[in-house]
């Protein structure tokens, strides 16, 4: 049984450095594993060219009349040949493996973890995270665990003359569309994109002291997550966790968490579904069980308070992140970089015109990824990031169809409806087509507008939508306009994929009301 752990036992990438050791080191398969490993990995995507061209391949056998009975021994032939080209190249891995001083010392340390359930000793070794014990399941939350949250089909009436749009939307978003929508998902970009993973992962760990957890979700799927602890740093942000989740071909290793990082806050990174080490899909079903799944281990395993909890989305992230603080409302804030209001308005421009019948049912119906109506479900503080340069949300670099414009006047006419009137969008939307640091107000401004929204919230309460303004006239609605959108959207100008400096991320602005009481 041993000898068989060293043959499908997971692939070893790095082997971090000790306390006395000078460097991390690569692992270098001797040449019995490095054969075996190349003809397993050649078989590996043949047999995946295979599949997805077996349509072709049956075809032409067919009419080669390989499926009569005289060619059936020349298939068992071929077929019993490539299993004992299998068998031979698995026991060359394995009698590698065995004589690697490494392989054999993760190996035992792969076998405590899973008897102890303690990953310490296994933290020293980068392999295969399908390998990795869980570390957290939300499943034995005792009382706590839900229902995973499963697709939500919209049920529109069908007929005969939709049947065939219904069925081409289902097939082209379960076949590439979702590939297209989440291109960090594609497997082969994934391998391409190994050694900068493998990279990033080991700097964060050596560097930032970084732990790597596996979270298995209530949908089963395995979640590959990575915590920095800095609450220890008295003179930081450390007691603040602020949880970071990637754009659609983002991962944690190469991805947002740099900037948290440098300001010193503790981070914790995930990859969706699908992603690297996360197993599943990133459905956005799936995706919301999994940034649950994220959330609740850091309240209960790593020990946060939700109001000490910063949810930070970059793009497409910034669904998951409305997600999560749609169902954790008590959260310290919300922090969207580059995110647009619906992808539905994304997906159709990237498609030809006479398809976008079947793309607007492929998005509705099955990756109805609408920030803006995510967004009234939450109602604590919120600062969204707009890059002025967008080339991926806007069209042609142009700020003003930057679609976290549209995102930014949703959220502020549905809490502050008497204050975004026709007039007060108007306005809006000719600030928002220049860059927002063009417009100034004066200090004394500023602090009447705090005045107002301070002496609503004292009497009113500060629930949203808040009635604010309906005795205004068109001047001060406009001065609160202004003051507002300032308030919750600033810009940064660079283009979608850049790292965002760390003055750019800041705990999101409040009205400084708690309970009734004016707190500085």
Same mark, same amino acid.
């Given at each position: 049984?041993?000898?068989?752990?060293?043959?499908?036992?997971?692939?070893?990438?790095?082997?971090?450095?000790?306390?006395?050791?000078?460097?991390?080191?690569?692992?270098?398969?001797?040449?019995?594993?490095?054969?075996?490993?190349?003809?397993?990995?050649?078989?590996?995507?043949?047999?995946?060219?295979?599949?997805?061209?077996?349509?072709?391949?049956?075809?032409?056998?067919?009419?080669?009349?390989?499926?009569?009975?005289?060619?059936?021994?020349?298939?068992?032939?071929?077929?019993?040949?490539?299993?004992?080209?299998?068998?031979?190249?698995?026991?060359?891995?394995?009698?590698?493996?065995? *004589?690697?001083?490494?392989?054999?010392?993760?190996?035992?340390?792969?076998?405590?973890?899973?008897?102890?359930?303690?990953?310490?000793?296994?933290?020293?070794?980068?392999?295969?995270?399908?390998?990795?014990?869980?570390?957290?399941?939300?499943?034995?939350?005792?009382?706590?665990?839900?229902?995973?949250?499963?697709?939500?089909?919209?049920?529109?009436?069908?007929?005969?003359?939709?049947?065939?749009?219904?069925?081409?939307?289902?097939?082209?978003?379960?076949?590439?569309?979702?590939?297209?929508?989440?291109?960090?998902?594609?497997?082969?970009?994934?391998?391409?994109?190994?050694?900068?993973?493998?990279?990033?992962?080991?700097?964060?760990?050596?560097?930032?002291?970084?732990?790597?957890?596996?979270?298995?979700?209530?949908?089963?799927?395995?979640?590959?997550?990575?915590?920095?602890?800095?609450?220890?740093?008295?003179?930081?942000?450390?007691?603040?966790?602020?949880?970071?989740?990637?754009?659609?071909?983002?991962?944690?290793?190469?991805?947002?968490?740099?900037?948290?990082?440098?300001?010193?806050?503790?981070?914790?990174?995930?990859?969706?579904?699908?992603?690297?080490?996360?197993?599943?899909?990133?459905?956005?079903?799936?995706?919301?069980?999994?940034?649950?799944?994220?959330?609740?281990?850091?309240?209960?395993?790593?020990?946060?308070?939700?109001?000490?909890?910063?949810?930070?989305?970059?793009?497409?992230?910034?669904?998951?992140?409305?997600?999560?603080?749609?169902?954790?409302?008590?959260?310290?804030?919300?922090?969207?970089?580059?995110?647009?209001?619906?992808?539905?308005?994304?997906?159709?421009?990237?498609?030809?015109?006479?398809?976008?019948?079947?793309?607007?049912?492929?998005?509705?119906?099955?990756?109805?990824?609408?920030?803006?109506?995510?967004?009234?479900?939450?109602?604590?503080?919120?600062?969204?990031?707009?890059?002025?340069?967008?080339?991926?949300?806007?069209?042609?670099?142009?700020?003003?169809?930057?679609?976290?414009?549209?995102?930014?006047?949703?959220?502020?006419?549905?809490?502050?409806?008497?204050?975004?009137?026709?007039? *007060?969008?108007?306005?809006?939307?000719?600030?928002?087509?220049?860059?927002?640091?063009?417009?100034?107000?004066?200090?004394?401004?500023?602090?009447?507008?705090?005045?107002?929204?301070?002496?609503?919230?004292?009497?009113?309460?500060?629930?949203?939508?808040?009635?604010?303004?309906?005795?205004?006239?068109?001047?001060?609605?406009? *001065?609160?306009?202004?003051?507002?959108?300032?308030?919750?959207?600033?810009?940064?100008?660079?283009?979608?994929?850049?790292?965002?400096?760390?003055?750019?991320?800041?705990?999101?602005?409040?009205?400084?009301?708690?309970?009734?009481?004016?707190?500085?």
């Amino acid at each position: 049984m041993s000898f068989l752990n060293y043959i499908f036992g997971p692939k070893l990438y790095m082997e971090y450095r000790g306390v006395h050791e000078p460097q991390r080191k690569m692992y270098e398969p001797g040449p019995a594993e490095k054969f075996g490993e190349q003809i397993l990995s050649t078989l590996s995507v043949v047999w995946s060219v295979s599949y997805y061209t077996s349509p072709l391949i049956f075809t032409f056998l067919y009419r080669r009349g390989y499926f009569v009975a005289d060619s059936m021994p020349t298939l068992a032939k071929l077929t019993t040949s490539v299993g004992l080209i299998v068998i031979i190249s698995l026991f060359m891995r394995g009698v590698g493996r065995r *004589q690697s001083r490494a392989y054999t010392s993760m190996i035992n340390a792969l076998t405590v973890a899973k008897v102890n359930r303690s990953s310490d000793a296994l933290r020293r070794f980068d392999i295969d995270f399908s390998a990795w014990p869980v570390d957290f399941d939300v499943k034995a939350l005792a009382g706590d665990a839900k229902k995973p949250t499963t697709m939500a089909i919209r049920r529109d009436s069908l007929s005969i003359a939709t049947l065939p749009c219904e069925l081409i939307a289902y097939v082209a978003i379960h076949t590439f569309g979702l590939s297209m929508i989440y291109p960090g998902s594609v497997k082969l970009l994934q391998k391409f994109m190994r050694p900068a993973l493998i990279a990033g992962r080991a700097k964060l760990i050596e560097e930032d002291n970084g732990i790597r957890y596996k979270v298995k979700t209530i949908d089963s799927n395995e979640i590959d997550t990575l915590f920095i602890d800095n609450r220890n740093d008295n003179v930081g942000n450390g007691k603040t966790l602020v949880i970071c989740s990637e754009g659609n071909a983002g991962f944690y290793e190469v991805g947002i968490m740099a900037t948290p990082i440098a300001l010193k806050y503790s981070v914790l990174g995930w990859n969706h579904p699908g992603f690297a080490g996360s197993t599943g899909q990133p459905q956005p079903e799936q995706d919301k069980n999994a940034i649950d799944a994220v959330v609740r281990f850091a309240i209960n395993h790593l020990g946060f308070a939700v109001e000490d909890v910063i949810l930070y989305g970059w793009s497409i992230g910034g669904y998951s992140t409305l997600w999560a603080a749609s169902i954790y409302p008590d959260v310290k804030g919300v922090v969207l970089d580059a995110t647009f209001d619906d992808v539905l308005y994304l997906a159709q421009p990237r498609m030809p015109a006479s398809l976008g019948g079947i793309v607007r049912v492929a998005i509705r119906k099955y990756c109805n990824l609408n920030n803006a109506e995510l967004a009234e479900k939450y109602n604590g503080p919120l600062l969204l990031i707009r890059r002025t340069e967008d080339e991926i949300i806007a069209e042609d670099n142009r700020i003003d169809t930057n679609r976290g414009n549209y995102l930014a006047l949703s959220v502020l006419k549905y809490r502050y409806p008497n204050l975004f009137g026709s007039t *007060q969008l108007s306005l809006s939307k000719g600030l928002l087509s220049k860059q927002l640091e063009s417009y100034s107000y004066t200090v004394a401004e500023e602090k009447l507008c705090m005045s107002r929204l301070i002496t609503y919230a004292s009497d009113e309460g500060k629930s949203f939508p808040m009635l604010i303004g309906a005795d205004y006239n068109d001047e001060m609605r406009n *001065q609160m306009a202004v003051f507002l959108l300032r308030k919750h959207l600033r810009d940064y100008n660079s283009s979608h994929c850049t790292q965002l400096p760390g003055e750019f991320f800041s705990i999101p602005w409040d009205i400084p009301i708690e309970h009734g009481f004016v707190f500085t």
